[in-house]
């Protein structure tokens, strides 16, 4: 995201909490090159996402999705419990 159009005064929020899950998962180190060959040395070649790194833009599309998500659910909720009765629920004043 760029303030003002420029990337100077840009203001970047680092998920601290999301790293430090990732670090207490065992990816301690982001991005260093010995940990990541002693890994794929160690488990026969197989390739890993181990040093991806959590980031400002995961953590905003973190937040829209859930966002978007919760939104989503309490318009369905309310149009559930507001609605008038139907073929699934004919008495649905029994209920409430």
Do not use: N
């Amino acid at each position: 995201m760029l303030a003002f159009g420029t990337p100077e005064k840009q203001i970047l929020i680092e998920p601290i909490f999301a790293q430090w899950i990732q670090s207490a998962h065992g990816k301690t180190s982001y991005g260093s090159i010995y940990f990541y060959l002693q890994r794929v040395a160690r488990h026969s070649m197989r390739v890993e996402a181990y040093g991806c790194r959590v980031g400002p833009g995961d953590f905003l599309v973190h937040h829209a999705i859930a966002l978007g998500l919760h939104t989503t659910t309490l318009i369905l909720v309310k149009g559930a419990l507001d609605a008038r009765g139907s073929k699934l629920m004919q008495i649905k004043g029994f209920w409430l």
